[in-house]
């Protein structure tokens, strides 16, 4: 069973950076569409970015788009999320997601059945 653990997050400045990776045991994540959202309290779940299985597609909503690249490590069997110039309005807890069906890799909360438990992430301004 896929089973998804999210590090990385932290406190950061704004102008800052964080690398947020997902890493899964005993399953290849290349074989999964792999999201990442992010939620703050109120407010529904985000997606943010997701790379798509096989293709390595990757697709990121407007907001992040220039700031953050999301990327496979296949040694770590990581997927990896590179923010940059974060802004106070990035924070929230950041969450993976695994999806084997969609193609491409969708930016909607549905889609994805394994979610990872989540991470903090702060901005300060």
């Known amino acids: 069973q896929l089973h998804l653990v999210e590090s990385g997050g932290g406190y950061v400045q704004s102008g800052g950076s964080l690398r947020l990776s997902c890493a899964a045991s005993?399953?290849?994540?290349?074989?999964?569409?792999i999201g990442w959202f992010r939620q703050v309290p109120g407010q529904e779940r985000e997606g943010v970015s997701c790379?798509?299985?096989?293709?390595?597609?990757?697709n990121y909503v407007d907001s992040v788009k220039g700031r953050f690249t999301v990327s496979i490590d296949y040694t770590k069997n990581t997927v990896d999320l590179q923010m940059d110039s974060l802004k106070p309005e990035d924070a929230g807890v950041y969450y993976c997601?695994?999806?084997?069906?969609?193609?491409?890799?969708?930016?909607?909360?549905?889609?994805?059945?394994?979610w990872g438990q989540g991470i903090q992430v702060n901005v300060s301004a």
């Open positions: 997601a695994a999806d084997s069906i969609s193609i491409p890799c969708k930016l909607v909360e549905p889609a994805y059945p394994v």
């Open positions: 005993a399953i290849a994540l290349e074989f999964y569409n």
């Open positions: 790379i798509s299985k096989t293709t390595s597609r990757t």
